[in-house]
């Protein structure tokens, strides 16, 4: 299991390669949360251990949101120090994938679609976004599809 922030760093540099390089700390949320719930229904298990919570603008993990805060609505700078090689081949694919579908729309795009989503409608304002409701709804989406 990694650190959320191990994550972080990885979608951060991965957007920086990319030529957009437009990661906001709106969109990083977004995208944690997609991975932990694509993560949860593929391997029934958790990507991170650190909890995602239901806030007004969708689901936001409160250790990755407080350490890119000032940064406001920029783009954040590639991570210093970072080493991509602590992600595993197939946590990077995931990760990839994930970024690959849901990366190309805003932060605000993002959190209007989480919205829509149950495992934040179906959790209280400000609570924790369960694990199992995430997987529920994960694993139906890749059904679906």
Same mark, same amino acid.
């Given at each position: 299991? %990694?650190?959320?922030s191990?994550i972080?760093?990885?979608? &951060?540099?991965?957007?920086?390669l990319e030529?957009? @390089?437009?990661?906001?700390n709106?969109? !990083?949320?977004k995208?944690l949360?997609y991975a932990?719930?694509?993560? !949860?229904? !593929?391997?029934?298990?958790p990507?991170f251990r +650190?909890e995602?919570?239901?806030?007004? %603008?969708g689901? #936001? /993990?409160?250790?990755i %949101?407080?350490a %890119?805060?000032?940064y406001?609505?920029n $783009? !954040? $700078?590639?991570?210093?120090?970072f080493?991509?090689?602590?992600?595993? $081949? +197939?946590i990077k694919n995931? &990760?990839?994938? #994930?970024y690959s579908?849901? @990366?190309?729309y805003?932060?605000?795009?993002?959190?209007?679609?989480?919205?829509?989503e149950? $495992?934040? /409608?179906?959790?209280g304002?400000?609570?924790? /976004?369960?694990?199992? &409701?995430m997987?529920?709804?994960?694993?139906?989406? &890749?059904?679906?599809n």
């Amino acid at each position: 299991m %990694y650190q959320a922030s191990d994550i972080a760093k990885y979608f &951060i540099h991965y957007a920086n390669l990319e030529e957009d @390089g437009m990661m906001t700390n709106l969109k !990083l949320q977004k995208l944690l949360y997609y991975a932990q719930g694509f993560h !949860l229904a !593929l391997f029934n298990q958790p990507l991170f251990r +650190e909890e995602i919570k239901a806030w007004q %603008y969708g689901p #936001v /993990i409160e250790e990755i %949101y407080h350490a %890119y805060k000032g940064y406001s609505r920029n $783009p !954040l $700078p590639d991570p210093e120090n970072f080493n991509p090689e602590v992600i595993s $081949p +197939e946590i990077k694919n995931l &990760i990839d994938e #994930v970024y690959s579908v849901f @990366g190309k729309y805003t932060g605000t795009v993002l959190a209007n679609l989480t919205h829509q989503e149950k $495992p934040w /409608i179906n959790t209280g304002l400000n609570q924790t /976004i369960t694990h199992e &409701i995430m997987s529920d709804y994960f694993k139906s989406k &890749i059904v679906e599809n």
